[in-house]
C-alpha cells in the first residue's frame, strides 16, 4: 500500500505536492469515492481516478543507457529518425528518457516510466552532478579553462561554477581532452560554454551520472538499475535539494 500523493505522482500526473492539491480539491476518487485526505493509502488493486481519468499503474522500470551519437532523446521523432526508445524493443512499458543528450552526444541517459523520479533527477534545485568528456576545436588555455570553472555567461544567464580536469592534449590534432562536471542541464550547455570561449565541442560523451557510470556497456548498450541505486538517485537528490 502506497499514499495516494505518491502513486498519482508516480504515474506522471503532477509533482507530489500537485498531487495534494488535486486531493485536496476533490479531484481524485478512490474506487468510485472522493478522497481528500492526505493519508490515505491504496494498494494495486484500487481504481484510482483523477479528474475522472484512470492512472496507469505500470510497474516502474529504471534503465542506464549507453545513448549511441546520431539518436535522439525522445519517444518518437516527426523526422523517422531514430530515438532512444528504439533500443528498448522488448520493453512494454512506456518509458521515456530522463532529461535529454543532443542527437549528436553519446553517452548516460537514465529511461524510466517513473514521472515522478525523472523530475527528481532532473530538477535543477536538486544539483545532480553530470560528468562529460569533451574533445575541443583547438587547444585551450588555462585561462579560459577557469572561465568555465567559475562559471561564465550564456545568453540565458551565468553558468553555475563547474569542476574542470584536463586529461590530455593532443598537439597534432589541435585539440584538447578534457573532463568537465556541470550540475546544470540548460540545452545544449556544455556546447555553448565551449563556444563562449572559442573552443566548441568537436566530440561530446557523458561518462557520469552522478555516481553512475557506463562501465561494461558499449554504445547501444542498456542494463536496469539496482534497487539500491534507485534509492542512491532518490536520496542524493533529496539531499541536493536541502543544501
Ligand atoms: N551539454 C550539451 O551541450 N549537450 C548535451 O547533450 C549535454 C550537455
Known amino acids: 500500500m502506497e499514499r495516494l500523493q505518491k502513486v498519482i505522482a508516480q504515474a506522471g500526473v503532477?509533482?507530489?505536492?500537485?498531487?495534494?492539491?488535486?486531493?485536496?480539491?476533490?479531484?481524485?476518487?478512490?474506487?468510485?469515492?472522493?478522497?481528500?485526505?492526505?493519508?490515505?493509502?491504496?494498494?494495486?488493486?484500487?481504481?484510482?481516478?483523477?479528474?475522472?481519468?484512470?492512472?496507469?499503474?505500470?510497474?516502474?522500470?529504471?534503465?542506464?543507457?549507453?545513448?549511441?551519437?546520431?539518436?535522439?532523446?525522445?519517444?518518437?521523432?516527426?523526422?523517422?529518425?531514430?530515438?532512444?526508445?528504439?533500443?528498448?524493443?522488448?520493453?512494454?512499458?512506456?518509458?521515456f528518457p530522463v532529461g535529454r543528450l543532443d542527437y549528436d552526444t553519446s553517452g548516460l541517459l537514465l529511461l524510466t516510466n517513473d514521472g515522478e523520479f525523472a523530475n527528481l533527477m532532473t530538477h535543477p534545485s536538486n544539483e545532480m552532478d553530470k560528468t562529460y568528456i569533451v574533445k575541443t576545436e583547438g587547444i585551450v588555455q588555462r585561462h579560459l579553462l577557469k572561465r568555465i570553472s567559475s562559471g561564465l555567461k550564456l545568453e540565458d544567464g551565468m553558468t553555475a561554477p563547474a569542476k574542470v580536469k584536463e586529461l590530455g592534449i593532443d598537439r597534432k590534432k589541435n585539440r584538447s581532452l578534457l573532463e568537465v562536471t556541470i550540475h546544470e542541464g540548460r540545452n545544449r550547455q556544455v556546447r555553448r560554454m565551449f563556444e563562449a570561449i572559442g573552443h566548441p565541442v568537436q566530440k561530446l560523451r557523458r561518462d557520469r551520472f552522478a555516481h553512475l557510470t557506463l562501465h561494461g556497456l558499449n554504445a547501444g548498450d542498456y542494463r536496469e538499475l539496482t534497487a539500491h541505486e534507485i534509492k542512491q538517485l532518490r536520496t542524493m537528490a533529496e539531499a541536493g535539494s536541502s543544501r
Open 14 to 95: 503532477a509533482s507530489r505536492r500537485k498531487a495534494e492539491q488535486m486531493i485536496q480539491e476533490g479531484k481524485v476518487t478512490v474506487n468510485g469515492k472522493k478522497v481528500t485526505e492526505l493519508g490515505t493509502k491504496v494498494g494495486l488493486n484500487d481504481d484510482v481516478r483523477v479528474e475522472g481519468v484512470p492512472l496507469e499503474r505500470e510497474r516502474k522500470v529504471y534503465f542506464l543507457f549507453y545513448k549511441p551519437r546520431g539518436v535522439i532523446s525522445a519517444v518518437t521523432d516527426d523526422k523517422g529518425r531514430k530515438t532512444v526508445v528504439d533500443f528498448f524493443p522488448h520493453v512494454e512499458e512506456r518509458i
